[in-house]
């Protein structure tokens, strides 16, 4: 599975366009601005787009659905939680295969109610849930401490050390990390009471 990292517009955003590299078919993760970037990547590659799909449904990550989906002929995939227009809906633990290929669903509400991560081939593709040295905001709506902290601990923290974390903004002091060195590093990843988390938060 090859991973191709396109920061786009003037949010720090990244939009991903990820390859089955045996069979040439691929997906892309959060499309929003500079379509023209995710198209030249998609082209030069000579890849077919069986998928869009979204780590949650706000603007900054989702702007591009309608034009990608027209010309790529994909289908648009959002968590069961999400009320934007889709065509394929999935719940935690289903899996979106391209290829030869496979992404697992991971519900990871805090952020927002439908904000999920996806997880395959030594790979996590975190959404806003999880930043390089940080987590995306609670403060927005359907945003909460408490359910952050419960995706963060419970869902995130227990997986393998050595998955490559691929963010939804280039927040952070490099573009990817693993889990293990956020474990480390990132303040948010510090074992604490939910309690403590929740003070920390500002909740």
């Known amino acids: 599975m090859k991973v191709n990292q396109i920061q786009v517009g003037n949010m720090q955003n ?5 390859e089955d590299e045996e069979t040439n078919e691929g997906i892309v993760i959060d499309p929003s601005w ?8 998609i082209t030069r590659n000579n890849l077919k787009i069986k998928f869009i799909v979204n780590t949650h449904h706000h603007f900054d990550h989702t702007l591009g659905n309608e034009g990608l989906s027209n010309s790529t002929g994909a289908k648009i995939v959002q968590h069961e939680a999400s009320d934007l227009q889709h065509h394929i809906t999935v719940k935690d633990g289903d899996i979106i295969k391209f290829g030869n290929s496979e992404l697992v669903v991971l519900h990871t509400p805090g952020h927002s ?3 999920v991560c996806l997880i ?3 790979k996590i593709f975190s959404g806003d849930t999880l930043f390089v040295g940080n987590c995306g905001r609670i403060d927005l709506p359907g945003g909460s401490a408490k359910e ?3 995706s963060l601990f419970d869902i995130l923290y227990p997986l393998d050390d050595n998955l490559v974390l691929y963010p939804g903004h ?3 002091s490099s573009v ?3 889990i293990g060195k956020e474990k480390i590093t990132n303040l948010v990843m510090q074992r604490r009471t939910e309690k403590e ?3 920390m938060m500002g909740q």
């Open 176 to 178: 990817i990390s693993t």
């Open 120 to 122: 395959g081939d030594g």
């Open 170 to 172: 280039n927040y952070g």
């Open 14 to 18: 990244f939009t991903y366009v990820v």
């Open 148 to 150: 952050l902290y419960h």
């Open 34 to 41: 500079d379509l023209d970037k995710v198209e030249q990547t």
């Open 197 to 199: 988390f929740l003070d």
């Open 113 to 115: 109610k439908d904000s």
